[in-house]
């Protein structure tokens, strides 16, 4: 059972990790570089409160072993904040009281953010796509949705 | 837990395969929304190699050479629905792709580790099959081509062996006009494994009429195949006169005849029923559709 010796961007910072064979992306994020905000829910993609953003792409970090993304860049709920100020997709879900628990939000966060960085202006069918992914049991998705919506611009257009 | 495994990563396909060759015990790891669940049902206590194939860049390629369209293995479901190509030569194929998991799994998961883990209820394949696919299989000193249909052994079964890899999956391109459609019920709109799902591929002449038909359906029999008393049913029929219950009917026979009554059965003879009453449906209103815009 050897280590493998990885080179890691999250967050915008450089990292280099000797990780388990079996360690999942979601235990380096949590464990080695206490990460917390990426939570851990059903451990086998189904409910996405694991969501982080993988060279761009949203992915369920469960699903993936660290040795397999060496020299990967990686953002979690953590580097949405630049500077001490809140993406505005943070804001927005204060905003529209789209967090009840909290548990989902970070990785709803991370599957709206993933969204709009590809597609600035989605429609509402494009929103419930990206967020299919993400569930949420205690407020209901449509804050959330409206969140999202909110800062795609796009509110006065809503189908 | 895990004491015994080890993990090895490759950018190089003759790597790959070399590894393949003088290594047992390995399992192959690509997208990992197969392969990371059975891990964790297993408390992660798989014993032998992992071996992550997820970065070989050849093996990501869609291309139209010949006849063929080509598609590499490490094509992410998100890659094939987003594809222009395949939108255009095979639709049914895009449909199928934007109906599995959710967007990070289609982020993530892959057209080879769809057909390799072989579920009987994986949304590829029946539309493959549909296509006529067929995979290339190659280790470090063989390579061999097996029709889709028969690589696919049983319900997580396939004809693979230990030192090979899938590196291609093609589909003949169809010189005729064709009709596709593919329908899924799950158990709820999005992330669902399908309960039931089909694909129907269809050449069907000026007159309406079916020259060819595949109609495979997925999770209603071990492994998904083609119903060929279905197909015999509807060939050389007018597909705009086709007594649809019949056809329902015959899908449900046609299912037990190959599955026996399970317990299952009350739900899916029923569900096969309506699918393929849905399916072909969809390609009458098409056909139709093709049909007014000649006039």
């Known amino acids: 059972m050897e280590k493998i010796k990885i080179n890691l961007n999250v967050n915008r910072l450089e990292y280099t990790l000797e990780v388990e064979p079996d360690e999942r992306l979601l235990d380096t994020l949590r464990e080695r570089l206490k990460l917390t905000g990426v939570k851990e829910g059903c451990s086998i993609g189904e409910c996405g409160a694991c969501t982080v953003i993988l060279n761009g792409e949203a992915v369920n970090s469960c699903m993936v072993l660290t040795g397999q993304v060496d020299g990967s860049q990686v953002l979690t709920v953590e580097g949405l904040e630049v500077d001490s100020k809140l993406d505005p997709l943070q804001q927005a879900f204060i905003d529209h009281q789209a967090v009840q628990c909290g548990f989902c939000t970070p990785g709803m966060l991370m599957s709206a953010k993933a969204l709009l960085d590809k597609n600035p202006h989605p429609n509402r069918e494009e929103i419930k796509t990206a967020i299919e992914g993400n569930l949420c049991r205690c407020t209901g998705y449509e804050q959330i949705i409206e969140a999202i919506e909110s800062v795609a611009g796009r509110k006065d257009c809503k189908e | ?295």
């Open chain 2, 1 to 295: 837990m895990m004491a015994n495994l080890d993990f090895k990563a490759t950018r190089s396909l003759q790597e790959a395969l070399d590894f393949l060759d003088t290594n047992s015990e390995v399992k192959v790891i690509a997208g990992g929304t197969d392969v990371m669940v059975n891990l964790y049902k297993e408390n992660y206590s798989y014993s032998g190699i992992l071996l992550d194939i997820s970065r070989i860049e050849e093996l990501k390629e869609i291309r139209q050479e010949e006849g063929w369209i080509k598609i590499g293995p490490l094509v992410t479901h998100t890659m094939l629905l987003k594809n222009e190509l395949l939108e255009d030569k095979f639709p049914v194929l895009t449909a199928a792709a934007r109906t599995i998991g959710s967007t990070q799994v289609r982020n993530r998961g892959t057209i080879g580790g769809n057909i390799n883990n072989a579920s009987p209820a994986a949304d590829l394949i029946p539309p493959l099959i549909a296509l006529k696919a067929e995979v290339k299989l190659q280790s470090s000193s063989s390579e061999r081509l097996m029709p889709l249909v028969d690589f696919i052994i049983g319900p997580y079964r396939t004809a693979i062996r230990e030192s090979e890899l899938i590196t291609e999956i093609k589909i003949p391109l169809i010189k005729e006009k064709y009709y596709s459609n593919f329908q899924k019920i799950g158990r709820r709109k999005t992330l669902a494994i399908a309960r039931i799902n089909i694909a129907i591929v269809a050449i069907i002449d000026e007159h309406k009429v079916i020259r060819d038909i595949k109609i495979v359906p997925g999770s209603a029999t071990p492994s998904p195949r083609a119903f060929n008393k279905l197909e015999e049913a509807v060939t050389g029929q007018e597909i705009t006169g086709l007594n649809l219950e019949e056809l329902g009917k015959l899908a449900g026979e046609e299912m037990v005849a190959l599955t026996g009554e399970r317990w299952s059965t009350p739900y899916k003879k029923p569900a096969l029923s309506a699918l393929v009453k849905r399916s072909l449906t969809a390609v009458i209103k098409e056909v139709e559709g093709d049909g007014e815009n000649q006039n």
